[in-house]
Structure formats: C-alpha cells, structure tokens
T-cell receptor
C-alpha cells in the first residue's frame, strides 16, 4: 500500500544529543514537509522540500536540520540547539501541484512523539 | 502571512445531531484552497474535505459539508448525524499562492469535538 512511514513512533532525547526522525514515502510525491504539533498550538511548519536536493525553512526551523537526497526520504534532525524539542512531529507529502486553489491534499505519516529525558 | 482562526477550543454534540465547527481565514489573495483534517487520539491526520476559492458550490463529502462564505472569509465544517467515532481534533487549513512556505498548508489551532451518547 502507498503511504508515508515515520519512525520511530516514540523517541527520547538526552541533553545535548542530536536525534533523527525518519520519514519515507512511496507515493512518488515531489513535495515533503515536516510539522511540529504542541498541545493547543496546531501544526507549525518546520521545513519543506519541493524537489530532491532542495529544501526551505518554514516558520520554526531554528534548532532543526533536514536533507533530501532521495525523492522518497526526508529525515529531520533535532539538534541540541533546539531547547524545547518535546512535541509530536508529523511528516507529510503532496504532489507538487499546479497552484494554491488545487485540491492537492497533504498525506500524513502517523507521527513521532519526541520527549526529553 | 495567512492566518487561520478556529475560535472553539472544545465542542460537545449529542450522537445523531449535527454540529458546526468554525473557521475563519485572513488573506488578501484571490487564489487559495481550504482544507479540513480530522485527528483522532491515535495522532494520524485524516483529510476530510476541500474547498477552492473559485468554487461556487459548497463542498460536500458524505456526512461532511463545508459552509463557504467567501465575503466573510469563513469556511465552517458541518458534520451531520454525528457518530461516537467523530470524537477527535479537527483542523482547518489553508494553502495560498507560492510564497515563503511553498505550497505547505497553514493550520489553525484546532477544535476538540466530543460526541456523547
């Protein structure tokens, strides 16, 4: 079945440690996204990529890094510079659509809950 | 920047009744798309319905309909004949023209819906 796979489901980070969240899709989508979800805050965009080997910062990129070496994969690294990393992280993908008023919805993974030890 | 406002942090509805979840948006663009997603306690994001800014008819998908009032910049979700399985968080989101966030969706803070027997 086509979809987006995020791993691990739960992740714990120690002080000063970098951790990487995995996101893989087999939908042949060009665009991929990382969102952070805190209680009562909705989803906020961390990074997005519209094509392989290119990515752009979203609204809250500080303390995070990404790579897009393959179309299928868009891993997110939470660095030690991110002082408040505890949150639910969602990866999404979509076709690179023809414009804003198109019904190209985002497909989401099942998320990774990151907590600090 | 586009802004999505969901003013109802929590809502209750009795089983088999209809419920309206409010969403207003702020944009100066003419071309945009509006989306609603459902997030059960499992954390997955489930796409419900889409409305394009140029669509003249209100969107409908099964028990879901979107009350789109363009002049008032509102896109309320109506769920008819509520079921216990409708209990979840509901997010309104918007996509605008290609800009700082590519074609990423901009989300509201969500409304928590509880359906009671």
């Amino acid at each position: 079945d086509g979809g987006i796979t995020q791993s691990p489901k739960y992740l714990f980070r120690k002080e000063g440690q970098n951790v990487t969240l995995s996101c893989e899709q087999n939908l042949n989508h060009d665009a991929m996204y990382w969102y952070r979800q805190d209680p009562g805050q909705g989803l906020r965009l961390i990074y997005y990529s519209q094509i392989v080997n290119d990515f752009q910062k979203g609204d809250i990129a500080e303390g995070y890094s990404v790579s897009r070496e393959k179309k299928e994969s868009f891993p997110l690294t939470v660095t030690s510079a991110q002082k408040n990393p505890t949150a639910f992280y969602l990866c999404a993908s979509s076709p690179y659509g023809a414009g804003p008023a198109t019904n190209e919805k985002l497909f989401f993974g099942s998320g990774t809950q990151l907590s600090v030890l | 920047a586009q802004k999505i406002t969901q003013t109802q942090p929590g809502m209750f509805v009795q089983e088999k009744e209809a419920v309206t979840l409010d969403c207003t948006y702020d944009t100066s663009d003419q071309s945009y798309g509006l989306f609603w997603y459902k997030q059960p306690s499992s954390g997955e994001m489930i796409f419900l319905i889409y409305q394009g800014s140029y669509d003249e008819q209100n969107a409908t998908e099964g028990r879901y309909s979107l009350n789109f009032q363009k002049a008032r910049k509102s896109a309320n979700l109506v769920i008819s004949a509520s079921q216990l399985g409708d209990s979840a968080m509901y997010f309104c989101a918007m996509r605008g023209p290609l800009g700082d966030s590519g074609y990423a969706l901009n989300f509201g803070k969500g409304t928590s819906l509880l359906v009671t027997p």
